[in-house]
């Protein structure tokens, strides 16, 4: 038997490999650096977890968060693989001990932070150890093109020159080519496997409703997930608190996170939402979660992302183990603004410090593009698979994706949007580019203001041509016009909208435009993902499983996912499986796994089957 499906069926319970799974491992045994790019959820931490278990080896990962380096380790550790990690929260005492393990050879995984690697003695030891390979977890982080530079992965370059030997494997959810080649360059990795997955996640569901009632919104949103997990994402650190008070008040189990609370609230939050005594975290999009829990089912954004990359990385982490789940952004052009004022002050603070403005300024203008792609996506009327995949630089084939809101018709594209687009920019033309959004919108509307009387502008031709619209509705698709690039908008606190390049062709009748008819309360459809991964499947039986999960996880204190994932609940549930022989057979079942919680696990489904019926082993013969 191939040694990598033997170790992957003997500790994680799975008798296939996804391609790029596959190759990625047997590039990581080869000793031959690689770049791999795979969207959350894809399966990127297998590539890294498994080769050193064949080779018998000590292999090294760095991760920027100790959050999702504890989870990773509690996850190793129960399917029976030795890992460690080294953070700066040990104690003396433990890290004299870590050491001693290491140099014993007790691990096959060493998880670490940039800083801890390459701030103190520790790069030191570790040359001592014989590391067969180093992964670079979130690898976009070294990248200043990237969506979430950190300085501090830049002195991972060093890794090349320290440990010549060693080879060294680049792992990240999100990098467009650019910030690829970036990697790349900036790690001198040696004639790197380069691999790219497909950066679509069918199992997720994408909905953007326009912002009207935060508080509403966000509370219905949740109910509709109520007991399961729910991850927030918040613009700053008192939207966060005032959710999560809201919430709370309504009777939700939610608490917030963000970078300003101490270390011990912060892991209080975190080990409850992993453990399932918490059921909705309200977080920063800035600081993150880091959390590996693998069954959020859903990703709810209270504020729009700054950028395309962000929106990708935090949706990503809802149904991670591929289970079906649903990713709401909550949409204020508002938060345009927000984010650009945020990114001014921090732009002129550094200024004032840098002895290189000019790539400062660059970065600036960089971010302003990411921000603006995101609004665009976030005010288009495309398939959402089809916008996510196609920024990435893939291709799309599907003509309707089955699970976003465009797709299944939730979203209404207004008739004739075309005519009424040019409408607007005329306005924009006949009020000479010297006006904002809102009083754009008064004159289109034909409102009675006292700036339109000494304007003059109730006597233009475009005053009032718009008046079967509300001032609201016209606002907005002003703003989407504006995410378009069909108009832009000054800088500066009063920002004027006028017309540029994009807006002639418009006007000519050269091209066609789709603007949306916002619908804050829609009647949502269940996707094709969703309606196919509940087929045959028992949902109380599931409940009931997820009960005695909980339980078993309580009496370990280990978050339930460790355990078991819920795919393979759900495959429990569909199956029935009657004895050990055909128990394995279930995806996720390792041997481990299968010896410590097997007969629990069987006695919960002979009693359910002896008060319900339904009968065992379905679907289940040994090949």
């Not at 608490?255 to 939050?269: I, K, Q």
């Not at 009032?464 to 606002?475: C, D, I, N, P």
């Not at 540029?500 to 619908?519: K, Q, Y």
Request: with cysteine.
């Amino acid at each position: 038997m191939d040694p990598i499906l033997d170790m992957l069926s003997q500790y994680w319970g799975y008798d296939t490999l996804r391609p790029l799974q596959e190759k990625a491992i047997r590039s990581n045994l080869a000793g031959r650096d690689s770049l791999l790019v795979m969207p959350t959820g894809g399966g990127k931490s297998l590539t890294y977890q498994l080769p050193p278990l064949i080779a018998n080896s000590l292999d090294v990962v760095v991760s920027p968060l100790v959050a999702l380096m504890k989870d990773q380790v509690d996850g190793l550790r129960e399917a029976g693989i030795s890992a460690i990690a080294f953070d700066s929260g040990l104690t003396g005492s433990e890290r004299t001990k870590i050491r001693e393990e290491l140099e014993q050879g007790a691990h096959r995984l060493l998880f670490v932070s940039p800083e801890m690697l390459l701030g103190g003695s520790l790069i030191g030891f570790i040359r001592s150890l014989s590391v067969r390979a180093v992964a670079i977890d979130e690898a976009h982080c070294i990248s200043q093109w990237g969506h979430d530079f950190r300085p501090e992965y830049r002195q991972l370059a060093a890794l090349r020159d320290i440990l010549p030997g060693v080879s060294i494997h680049a792992c990240t959810a999100t990098a467009t080519p650019r910030v690829r080649e970036d990697i790349v360059r900036q790690l001198q990795l040696r004639d790197p496997e380069l691999m790219v997955g497909s950066f679509d996640r069918p199992n997720l569901t994408y909905r953007i409703r326009p912002r009207e009632n935060r508080k509403k919104q966000l509370l219905d949103e949740v109910r509709r997930h109520a007991g399961e997990a729910v991850i927030i994402y918040a613009l700053s650190r008192r939207d966060t608190e005032q959710i999560s008070e809201g919430l709370q008040a309504s009777g939700v189990s939610a608490a917030h996170y963000h970078a300003g609370l101490n270390r011990r609230e912060r892991s209080r939050v975190h080990d409850a939402f992993a453990r399932e005594q918490l059921d909705v975290v309200v977080a920063t999009v800035a600081f993150g979660m880091g959390i590996d829990r693998s069954n959020v089912r859903a990703v709810i954004h209270a504020s729009m992302p700054r950028s395309v990359e962000h929106f990708q990385q935090e949706t990503g982490r809802a149904g991670r183990d591929g289970d079906p789940a649903e990713c709401v952004l909550l949409h204020s052009f508002s938060d345009v603004k927000r984010w650009q004022s945020l990114a001014e002050r921090s732009f002129n603070e550094a200024m004032s410090a840098t002895d290189d403005p000019e790539q400062l300024r660059a970065a600036f203008e960089s971010q302003e593009a990411l921000l603006q792609d995101m609004n665009g996506l976030a005010t288009s009327a495309v398939c959402r698979h089809r916008s996510l995949v196609e920024y990435f630089g893939q291709e799309y084939s599907p003509e309707n994706c089955g699970s976003c809101d465009v797709c299944l018709g939730e979203v209404d594209l207004l008739e004739d949007s075309t005519t009424v687009a040019r409408k607007i920019l005329s306005c924009v033309a006949r009020v000479d580019g010297r006006f904002g959004v809102q009083h754009v919108a008064d004159v289109l509307t034909g409102a009675k203001t006292d700036m339109i009387r000494r304007c003059g502008h109730d006597q233009l031709s475009t005053y009032g041509l718009l008046s079967e619209f509300s001032k609201a509705a016209v606002s907005n698709l002003i703003h989407q016009l504006l995410g378009q690039g069909r108009l832009s908008r000054s800088p500066g606190d009063r920002p004027v909208v006028q017309l540029n390049a994009m807006s002639s062709p418009l006007l000519r009748g050269e091209v066609e435009v789709s603007l949306l008819r916002p619908r804050t309360t829609v009647d949502r459809k269940a996707s094709k993902v969703e309606e196919a991964s509940w087929e045959d499947v028992d949902r109380n039986l599931f409940e009931h499983l997820r009960s005695l999960r909980k339980t078993i996880a309580d009496e370990i204190g280990k978050p339930p996912y460790v355990v078991f994932p819920d795919t393979t609940l759900r495959s429990f549930a569909k199956h029935r499986p009657g004895s050990d022989e055909t128990l394995q057979f279930i995806r996720g079942v390792g041997e481990k796994k299968r010896r410590r919680y097997g007969s629990r696990f069987l006695t919960a489904l002979n009693e359910w089957d002896e008060e319900h019926g339904g009968g065992r082993d379905i679907g289940l013969a040994a090949p």
